[in-house]
T-cell receptor
């Protein structure tokens, strides 16, 4: 997407380890930062989001951290499980619309 | 609630043919979106609507038209299909601009 960079593009981790995906955006006025998960052959679904008035949000094994100064936010998955294998997209706003990153394919190895 | 539904699920078109994809939502959402998803390209916004009777262009609008005559429906039209429009099309809806988007199951379109 325009001015949205997501890294890495692929990530392979051992089951039980942690995974971190980073999203860099360009619009300094952005104030909403979501992460979507898309399993193979399925529709994207929101897994966690954060607004600019907080720096971190956790929901069980997943968390999102925000660095507004550096204009990036990251998805953290701890104690990874096989069902975490999917493509993950960040979607920060730009010009009043969400712009999806190119995705990170996460593979959990048993 | 069915959420967001899309019709059809699959379609094969010949170059130059036309078709309409239908998206319906039963959540009373104001905002509706059409995306296309190509390998390695993520989701790219084609057109969107901020309410009944409104439409606006997204990132890749060329070759597509849309209409939102009823709040619950958002139609995507291809007037003259081209092989470059082979893709998976997702519709989504949300209650407001910066809020969770709920996606439909997708339509796989092949243009030969």
């Amino acid at each position: 997407g325009e001015n949205v960079e997501q890294h890495p593009s692929t990530l392979s981790v051992q089951e039980g380890d942690s995974a971190v995906i980073k999203c860099t955006y360009s619009d300094s006025a952005s104030n909403y930062f979501p992460w979507y998960k898309q399993e193979l052959g399925k529709r994207p679904q929101l897994i966690i989001d954060i607004r600019s008035n907080v720096g971190e949000k956790k929901d069980q094994r997943i968390a999102v951290t925000l660095n507004k100064t550096a204009k990036h936010f990251s998805l953290h998955i701890t104690e990874t499980q096989p069902e975490d294998s999917a493509v993950y997209f960040c979607a920060p706003p730009r010009a009043q619309k969400l712009v999806f990153g190119q995705g990170t394919r996460l593979t959990i190895n048993p | 609630n069915a959420g967001v539904t899309q019709t059809p699920k699959f379609r094969v078109l010949k170059t130059g043919q036309s078709m309409t994809l239908l998206c319906a939502q039963d959540m009373n959402h104001e905002y509706m979106y059409w995306y296309r998803q190509d390998p390695g390209m993520g989701l790219r916004l084609i057109h969107y609507s901020v309410g009944e009777g409104t439409t606006a262009k997204g990132e890749v609008p060329d070759g597509y038209n849309v209409s939102r005559l009823k709040k619950q429906n958002f139609l995507l039209g291809l007037e003259s299909a081209a092989p470059s429009q082979t893709s998976v099309y997702f519709c989504a809806s949300s209650p407001s601009r910066f809020y969770e988007q709920y996606f439909g199951p997708g339509t796989r379109l092949t243009v030969t």
